[in-house]
Nanobody, 121 residues
Framework: QVQLQASGGGLVQAGESLMLSCAAS????????MGWYRRPPGKQRELAAT???????NYADSVKGRFTISRDNARNTVYLQMTNLKPEDTGVYYC???????????????WGQGTLVTVSS
């Protein structure tokens, strides 16, 4: 059974940086993509960034140029480097692992526990 363990959230001021990490234990899907989704206060969960096993990335427009997603396939770990953080980046960030070709909301998707990121102005 695959489990995801996320870490790295916290409280920062606008303009500062944070790094999130998420490690998958067990045996993930051989062909998968991992990513980060966030739920701002009072809003629905939304995409932040995803990355495939071959390194293809996808970013929400709101984070392009500020966030960088990367992964270490040998460690089944995905990272999200967040720079120039803004108050609107505040939210609970969730790590996700999904099989290739399946959407993140599919039953096959695996979620980590959320980690709170708070950006003060």
């Amino acid at each position: 059974q695959v489990q995801l363990q996320a870490s790295g959230g916290g409280l920062v001021q606008a303009g500062e940086s944070l790094m999130l990490s998420c490690a998958a234990s067990g045996e993930p899907y051989a062909h998968n993509y991992m990513g980060w989704y966030r739920r701002p206060p009072g809003k629905q969960r939304e995409l932040a960034a995803t990355i495939t096993t071959t390194g293809i990335t996808n970013y929400a427009d709101s984070v392009k140029g500020r966030f960088t997603i990367s992964r270490d396939n040998a460690r089944n770990t995905v990272y999200l480097q967040m720079t120039n953080l803004k108050p609107e980046d505040t939210g609970v960030y969730y790590c996700n692992l999904s099989p290739d070709g399946r959407p993140w909301w599919s039953p096959e998707s695996i979620w980590g526990q959320g980690t709170l990121v708070t950006v003060s102005s």
